[in-house]
């Protein structure tokens, strides 16, 4: 190969400050380096990146912006629209089974009305109504943010159709929530009825919502739902994407030099 030391410089190797002298002789064909090896030190980093908490890419979770709209009931359908009046579906909805109809309804409270609120079906056995908080204001009605369902002392709205009107109580501001499936809720870490925080939107306008209700059932699809006062806050238009802010509490990481 061509390799010969220089006796001297390989008897006297100075490694300080990182160092690495070459000791081969004058005439050499091949240059040798002499550096300094660390085994324990790698050795050490190597174990505490094995030991660390993995740090994983967020799955992204859909957003829906979730506009003003009603659930109807057998009744109101028919104080709406008359008796036996079938609601015709026009476009279906990301969660299974569900669909937006082609009708549309006027929701009036004290100081003023909402034209043109959309209707989603099937219908229900309560009638339930979903405002924002900007909405209640328009309407001159305090509405309560509840979860779907959870319709027991919520106040009074006109619904006004084609047919006729309609008094009814229901009207809520519904929480945000998260729509799963048990297979997906299994991946993500989700169990029903917990709540989490999830990140929304961009740098510069994005946003963590707290609380958000989990809800898991069988032939749900993974979507978050979002009312438009939330969106606009996050300044998301339509819909988008959310990812799950990390309990950092349950995490305990000490380094050590």
């Given at each position: 190969m061509g390799l010969r030391l220089d006796h001297d410089r390989n008897q006297f190797i100075d490694l300080g400050n990182h160092a690495a002298p070459q000791i081969q002789a004058y005439g050499a064909r091949v240059r040798v380096i002499v550096t300094e090896t660390a085994e324990q030190l790698m050795i050490a980093r190597e174990t505490a990146g094995a030991l660390a908490p993995k740090v994983t890419v967020p799955e992204p979770i859909p957003v829906a912006v979730s506009a003003r709209h009603v659930h109807l009931s057998r009744p109101a359908v028919e104080a709406l629209f008359g008796a036996g009046y079938q609601l015709t579906p026009a476009v279906s909805l990301r969660q299974p089974g569900q669909w937006a109809a082609s009708e549309r309804i006027t929701l009036e409270g004290p100081k003023g009305r909402l034209e043109r609120v959309a209707i989603l079906g099937p219908e229900r056995l309560r009638t339930q109504i979903e405002i924002s908080r900007t909405d209640g204001f328009a309407l001159g009605i305090d509405a309560?943010?509840?979860?779907?369902?959870?319709?027991?002392?919520?106040?009074?709205?006109?619904?006004?159709?084609?047919?006729?009107?309609?008094?009814?109580?229901?009207?809520?501001?519904?929480?945000?929530?998260?729509?799963?499936?048990?297979?997906d809720a299994g991946r993500l870490g989700l169990v029903d009825g917990a709540l989490?925080?999830?990140?929304?939107?961009?740098?510069?306008?994005?946003?963590?919502?707290?609380?958000?209700?989990?809800?898991?059932?069988?032939?749900?699809?993974?979507?978050?739902?979002?009312?438009?006062?939330?969106?606009?806050?996050?300044?998301?238009?339509?819909?988008?994407?959310?990812?799950?802010?990390?309990?950092?509490?349950?995490?305990?990481?000490?380094?050590?030099?």
């Open positions: 309560p943010v509840r979860d779907s369902g959870k319709l027991d002392g919520t106040p009074t709205v006109r619904l006004i159709g084609p047919a006729g009107s309609f008094n009814t109580d229901g009207l809520i501001v519904a929480a945000r929530h998260i729509h799963t499936n048990p297979d989490v925080d999830v990140h929304i939107g961009d740098k510069e306008r994005g946003l963590v919502f707290g609380k958000t209700l989990i809800r898991v059932s069988a032939n749900a699809a993974t979507e978050m739902h979002i009312d438009t006062d939330e969106a606009n806050a996050a300044d998301i238009r339509v819909n988008g994407e959310g990812s799950l802010v990390p309990d950092l509490r349950a995490i305990a990481v000490t380094n050590r030099e």
